[in-house]
């Protein structure tokens, strides 16, 4: 049941507004002064106040101000028998939701009521929302690489320094941006996110700038880009290495000059953004190949960051289990699975190329395909129960050892296959490369051992 505070020096309007709201189904409180408000809002929790603006002591304004002070949030309707059209905009300005003239029309003070608490319940979703979101998108972690990072981010964030993240592909670049916009003067405002590689080249610019009507086939109307949609906020650039030559050199007149046009416009738009960048390619190496602007690159590069791959900081993956099981264990509504010492075992001893992305995927894919509550070896994928056989290899003593040249030589070949395969992503013409073989014959190699991508 909902509690609504009335403020009020006349008694009369206290007890018709009660029988009336009570009628309704609200729970009512009473404050015949300012000052006794702001004492009873210490302790009490109402939903919402009905405040008068004449009252002895400090006014209702004043009142208004001061409650704003203690409660932010707080939904509060003003009442006057002396209003004026000053008189409400300086409430609103203060944080009124609401402002109704006495006499009382039981019909506009339910109304002001009804609207002021759908308000309220939208403010507290959206709270509570970000809150999810917040939590979605932590960082979980106490390795040393990862404290490091985490110092750098609370460092870096409440500055305006443009941020250029580098990593391999499912280290957790774009949690690393969240953290910077989270933590930074701009929390309140936009996180846009652009995936650079995910846009054809010939819709990028419109993505980025918006467009405008009848610029284009399709374009039948207006649109707002990413810039834009920004304004205020924080842009991130994901995978910003795939961006071609031709909006690299847009994107840095926009840092700096702050303004752009839109696609068939002619009208400059001013924007004040953050931009934060990622990718995992090498850039320094990009320039010199021509792919990659060094004028950009040097204006991104203003706070660098480097996001370790799992690999490097294993002593996480316990608790990355830990919190995927919570995760997707509560998603499909299911009891908190656990994962054996041996299993547990073999994922820290696992290079995990796709990085903490492929831990987040093998555990969801566990919780929805293990029949019970314990997660076994058995249970853990074909690839990286070779993984395992692979490295037992290299622990076995004489007597272990296969009985041919040609057997030792098979299982060595295997996994030296499958290691280079895993350290290029299963790209299997970069591997041929790399070591010097035919892609036809890594083909027939890849074939002939039943090695399956992961």
Known sequence: MKNILIVDDENSIRQSLKGILEDEGFRTSFA????????????????????????????????????????PNQLVVMMSGHGSIETAVKA???????????????????????NAMKIGQLVAENKALKEKIGRDYQMIGNSQVIDRLKQQIKLAAPSSGWVLISGENGTGKE????????????????????????????LIESELFGH??????????????????????????????????????????????????????????????????????DLPKEIKTGNFREDLYFRLNVLPFSVPPLRNRKDDIPRLCKHFLQFFCGKESREIKSISKDALNLLLAYNWPGNVRELKNLIERLVIMTPGQL???SDLPHGINQHR??????????????DSYREAKEIFEKQFLLEKLRKNNWNVSRTA?????????LHRKIKTYQIESE
Do not use: Y
């Open 433 to 441: 490369e790399e070591i010097g073989l035919e892609r036809s014959n």
């Open 375 to 377: 997660i076994n070896l």
């Open 212 to 281: 405008e009507k009848g610029s284009f086939t399709g374009a039948t109307v207006a649109r707002k880009g990413k810039f834009d949609q920004a304004n205020g906020g924080t842009l991130f650039l994901d995978e910003i290495g795939d961006m071609s030559l031709k909006t690299q050199a847009k994107i840095l007149r926009i840092l700096q000059e702050h303004k752009f046009d839109r696609v068939g416009g002619n009208k400059t738009i001013n924007v004040d953004v953050r931009v934060i960048a990622a990718t995992n390619k």
């Open 92 to 114: 609103t300005r203060l944080g009124a939701f609401d402002f109704i003239e006495k006499p009382l029309s039981i019909e506009k003070v339910l109304l002001a009521i009804k």
């Open 32 to 71: 015949a002064t300012g000052e006794e408000c702001l004492t009873l809002i210490q302790t009490a929790d109402p939903d919402l106040i009905l405040l008068d603006i004449w009252m002895p002591g400090i006014d209702g304004l004043e009142t208004l101000k001061k409650i704003k002070k203690i409660r």
């Open 175 to 202: 949690l690393v941006a969240r953290a910077i916009h989270r933590q930074s003067n701009r929390s309140d405002k936009p996180f846009i996110e652009v995936n650079c590689a995910a846009i054809p080249e010939e």
């Open 389 to 402: 056989k692979g490295n037992e290899l290299q622990g076995l003593d004489t007597v272990d050892l296969p």
